[in-house]
T-cell receptor, first 114, second 114 residues
């Protein structure tokens, strides 16, 4: 089972360059998420998509855009990368059963902005 | 943002020892989850607790949700090298927009030495 697949695994950018992080899930989940993980700060939500065709800002959306291309795919774009965006990025999808929710994470993209 | 502070930040113990990791906040959460993350991978859900005072056991791991639903603990009995990883707590709360969000703790990096 593939689960949540993210590409690329590693990326180095120069300040001002743009790039798109790709994410796809094969579990037919409605909700998908993009997080960034920084040392000592846990994971912080950048953007999410509650269902196909909708996207909303999370805790730290500035400098990012997203596209929910279809039910499977949710991409994250950095239009003009800045050193402050150096981080590990995780995509996740979610299943909800009553009061219980479970996030399934991809293996992450380590991004360095020089 | 609803902050969850974890302690200790780093923990290195010998195989067979017991340990407790704490997750504290001034906010009330409707539920709380614990994840384990291994290097180069995304977090994997271990448990969800939803009721104040609830205790759940998963083999040698015991999870407790505080009575006031503001804090939680994870106790590991007779730690094994396979327990090594980053442990993250996450509380279910709300963004400023009113949307549901999972707020992640700062993380505890556990190393179990054989």
């Amino acid at each position: 089972n593939a689960g949540v697949t993210q590409t690329p695994k590693f990326q180095v950018l120069k300040t001002g360059q743009s790039m798109t992080l790709q994410c796809a899930q094969d579990m037919n989940h409605n909700s998908m998420y993009w997080y960034r993980q920084d040392p000592g700060m846990g994971l912080r939500l950048i953007y999410y998509s509650a269902s196909e065709g909708t996207t909303d800002k999370g805790e730290v959306p500035n400098g990012y855009n997203v596209s929910r291309l279809n039910k499977r795919e949710f991409s994250l774009r950095l239009e003009s990368a800045a050193p402050s965006q150096t981080s590990v990025y995780f995509c996740a999808s979610k299943i909800r059963q009553g009061r219980m929710e479970k996030l399934f994470f991809g293996s992450g993209t380590q991004l360095s902005v020089l | 943002t609803q902050l969850l502070e974890q302690s200790p930040q780093f923990l290195s113990i010998q195989e067979g020892e017991n340990l407790t990791v704490y997750c504290n906040s001034s906010s009330v959460f409707s539920s709380l989850q614990w994840y384990r993350q291994e290097p180069g991978e995304g977090p994997v859900l271990l448990v969800t607790v939803v009721t104040g005072g609830e205790v759940k056991k998963l083999k040698r791991l015991t999870f407790q949700f505080g009575d006031a639903r503001k804090d939680s603990s994870l106790h590991i009995t007779a730690a094994q090298p396979g327990d090594t990883g980053l442990y993250l707590c996450a509380g279910a709360g709300y963004l400023q927009t009113g949307a549901n969000n999972l707020f992640f703790g700062t993380g505890t990096r556990l190393t179990v030495i054989p």
